[in-house]
Every structure is written in C-alpha cells, then in structure tokens.
C-alpha cells in the first residue's frame, strides 16, 4: 500500500500573537497540549488511528504544536466530546523516528481501514513556559513577564484588564485572579524588553498567546507601565475520613488552613470536577446518611454556594460566594465517593 505525504504550510494570522502553523491539533484536553489528535487533509480534520502510535510519534506531535517534552501516549477515548461519528479517521500506521519537524514527514497509510473511533491516538506533551508572575512574595504574584524567542520581557498595562489576568493566574496553576494594577516601582520594574501591550482577553483563554495583542515589541509603553498581577495560592483540595484519598468529606486549603465545604447548591456537577481534580473515577451518590459516616468538620466552613458546569479541572474554577461567607454549619459538610480508578489515567 502507497506511502502517501502531503504538504504543510505555515500561517500567522493577524496582528496579534501566533497561531498554530500546524495542520495536527489536539482536542479535548486541558490545554493545547494534550488531547486527541487530529489532522487536517484537504480541507478536513479528521483523528489518526492508533495502530502503532507510540512516544516517538507523540514526540513528533508536540514539537510540531511548539509544545514541550512527550509526556504520554493516552488514547484519544478519554478526551470528550468523543470525534462525531461522521469524522473520518484519515491516517494509520504512523511510524516517526521521532526526529521529524511535522508528522507527515512520517511514514503513515492514508488508506484507513478496520479503525474506528475507539482506536483514536492521543498525546500528552509537557505545557510550554511562556508566562511568569516576577518580584512578588512567590510564583503566583508579580509583575507579567512573557517568553518570545528565548527572552523573557514585560507586558504594558494599555489595554490589560482583569480577564487578562484570570488567564495568567490559570495558566501558571494559580488560584483565581484577585488584583491587577500597573506596577511598578524602580525595585520591581522591569529591565529588558517590553514585549506586549494592548492585550484583549476573555477570560475564557487557556493560554495568553490566545488571546489578540499588539505586534511583539512594538510599542510606547514605559517600564513604568508595566503590568502586576495577584492570584490566591494554588487550590488545593482533599477528601478526609474515607477509605481512600477517593472517598471523605470534603475539605479545601485557604490561608493555610483546611475548611469545609456547604452542600448548598452542591450537586453531580460539583461532584465530578472534585473526582476529576483528585484523578479519581467517576462520582457515587452518597445519602445524607452514609455522609455520616465520614464525621463533621470542625473549625473554618470555607466555601458555599458552589456552582460547577462540570467541565472544570479544578473546583476553584466554579463559582463560588466569598471565602469564609456562609449561611451553614457543620451538618451541612459535603462528602464526596469517588470510584478508586479513574480509566481517563489509563494508556492506549
């Protein structure tokens, strides 16, 4: 059967930060850097089978997506939505040595066949670093700096706003935004140079090379410009007096202190995003009365009011009333079953 190769041509597309150049994408996954994978043939996306997919191939994927190391070779299944029936599977048998720019500088078949959509690759690869918070008391407070060919530079407050900064505190595994303001003084400003300004995001980006910018360098922006930003800490979240870390009542880290949760408003969806963050399998309802059996919590009720779609990575990315803000008591503690696996951790 024909070895068959088609050609890549690279793209930018507009006054703002690069697009992918790459006709492979992965899809479904947390960030740009892992999911299922696709490829584009004429016009179409379509995922790869995984007939000898392996490190190599993934290899190939991530450095093609300007992506980091190859971390995992997972199967596509577990990134949702799963690939529309109508989506064909358009390449099998990949075979890279894993020094390849593209992965269509790889032998493949273009001719598919007895492959569906259970048998879709995936790839993991390690999340660039393109994005610091510098000079603050740790990582998740500073001044915005950005990564563009191997030089770390600031960001100009014009045109910088909140959304921005939810954005960064995301990415950087930080808690939610809380602050953002010009900077500096002379102690922490910023010495090289200026690499972004007129920054415009949603919110919603996971990564802010997402979002639409001004032209790298190309600015009147002033170190005395330049952007600050405050996230919480990182979240962190556990389950106490079950079984297993899968099983408990649920308690949350705030100011160095473990509090609990108020099931007001709590339900399947909240359930899901707190199994999902603990790489745990998929939720059991838990009766008022087997929550008994987990004990109260004593001391701070830290969240209340928690509403999650279910697509979060993280509870902290619902929404929430204020920390320490409440209407509950003890009684009210949410608890939390997990199944002990999760199949989503699994390899191809």
């Keep these: 059967m024909a070895r068959m190769f088609f050609l890549i041509i690279a793209f930018f597309t507009g006054p703002g930060l690069l697009e992918s150049s790459s006709q492979v994408r992965l899809v479904g996954g947390p960030h740009r850097c892992e999911g299922r994978v696709e490829v584009q043939r004429n016009g179409e996306w379509g995922t790869v089978c995984d007939d000898g997919w392996d490190m190599n191939d993934v290899a190939v994927v991530c450095r093609e997506l300007d992506c980091g190391a190859a ?45 569906s959509h259970y048998e879709d690759a995936g790839a ?48 950087l595994g930080c808690g939610r935004a809380i602050l953002t303001q010009r900077c500096c003084n002379k102690s922490t400003q910023g010495q090289g ?23 790298w360098g190309k600015n009147n922006c002033t170190h005395d410009e330049d952007t600050w930003v405050e996230c919480e800490d990182p979240f962190q979240l556990r389950l106490v007096g079950g079984e ?3 099983s408990g009542r649920l308690e949350v880290l705030h100011k160095g202190e473990w509090g609990t949760v108020c099931d007001d408003g709590w339900g399947e969806k909240e359930e899901r995003v707190v199994c999902k963050q603990l790489g745990c399998g998929e939720p059991v309802f838990v009766s008022a009365k087997d929550r008994r059996r987990f004990g109260f919590g004593n001391g701070r009720i830290w969240l209340d009011d928690v509403h999650c ?12 009333r ?7 008591n003890h009684r009210e503690d949410v608890a939390v079953d997990c199944l002990e696996h999760n199949p989503d951790l699994l390899g191809a």
């Design 244 to 246: 297993s870390k899968c």
């Design 71 to 115: 971390v995992w070779t997972p199967s596509g299944v577990i990134y949702k939505p799963l690939a529309d029936e109508d989506q064909k599977v358009l390449l099998q048998d990949v075979n890279c040595t894993g020094m390849e720019a593209n992965l269509i500088q790889c032998e493949q078949e273009e001719d598919v066949y007895s492959c």
């Design 322 to 328: 204020f920390w320490g803000h409440h209407n509950c």
């Design 124 to 171: 993991k690869c390690e999340f660039p670093e393109t994005v610091q918070l510098v000079g603050g008391p740790g990582r998740c407070k500073g001044r915005v700096e950005v990564k563009h060919k191997g030089q770390w530079g600031t960001v100009c407050k014009a045109g910088w706003n909140l959304s921005a900064a939810k954005v960064v505190c995301r990415q």
């Design 309 to 320: 779609s279910g697509q979060e990575l993280s509870l902290e990315q619902c929404r929430h």
């Design 193 to 215: 140079p200026i690499w972004l300004s007129e920054v415009s995001c949603s919110g919603k980006e996971v990564d802010l090379q997402d979002c639409p910018s001004g032209l």
